[in-house]
């Protein structure tokens, strides 16, 4: 009868420091921390802890710096899913997005999955996408005193990022797009070409990554400019 209290009287001092340790456990980490971690990211950078988020000059928002977005005109069959995108060339086109896939698990809603081609550099069908897109490219971006040469292409103009959700290109990709986006905002080529200077941001640190140039942001600045004539 001793033995037999003795170890009920352990079991149950061992279940009540479980039990114990389990509430100041989910206090701290459950509680504590995660407001501790919230308040610190909302006083020293609130833009990026509530997700990055962009908005126009009306405060109404656009979207996050963190999600590439197209650019399109509207289609001319809506009910047709295979019509192929048309780029509306008054803004700044990010890259392309050839690894997005359609939403088929809920049709509910119109989703986009991300995700990359996973084509190997000599796959016959990649490098017929590259050097479409590349002709396209010098063709979309050429003016009336402009030509655009197919070298002068970069390669991100003709590639899509891993997610196919990238933000950001080049400042070389950018800039070649600044006489097109000038002509057909009846813009001075100089206004423009400040546009994308002041959007171009340099390596993290200075040493990491390379410098990049956000669509949204740009595009968010350039219907303000335009706005604003």
């Known amino acids: 009868m001793i033995r037999t209290n003795t170890t009920v009287a352990h079991a149950t001092r061992l279940i009540g420091a479980g039990v114990r340790a389990l509430l100041v456990l989910t206090v701290l980490c459950g509680v504590l921390y995660p407001l501790a971690v919230t308040g610190v990211a909302q006083a020293v950078f609130p833009g990026k802890a509530n997700g990055s988020v962009v908005t126009d000059a009306s405060g109404r928002t656009v979207g996050s710096s963190l999600i590439g977005q197209r650019y399109d005109l509207p289609q001319q069959n809506p009910a047709d899913p ?34 990359a081609t996973n084509k190997a550099a000599d796959n016959p069908d990649l490098v017929a996408s590259v050097t479409g897109a590349k002709a396209a490219i010098a063709a979309e971006n050429s003016t009336a005193t ?11 103009a003709v590639t899509s990022s891993g997610s196919g959700l990238d933000p950001d290109i080049s400042p070389a990709y950018a800039d070649l797009q600044v006489r097109r986006v000038a002509e057909r905002n009846h813009l001075g080529i100089e206004q423009v070409d400040e546009l994308v200077a002041d959007h171009t941001q340099g390596r993290t640190f200075g040493f990491i990554g390379e410098p990049r140039v956000n669509v949204l942001e740009l595009n968010t600045a350039l219907k303000a400019l335009v706005e604003g004539r």
């Open 82 to 115: 295979d019509e192929a995108a048309r780029p509306d060339l008054k803004w700044f086109q990010p890259r392309l997005s050839d690894g997005l896939g359609s939403n088929s698990a809920n049709t509910q809603y119109s989703l986009r999955v991300s995700g």
């Open 146 to 156: 402009h030509r655009v040469r197919l070298q002068d292409v970069p390669a991100d």
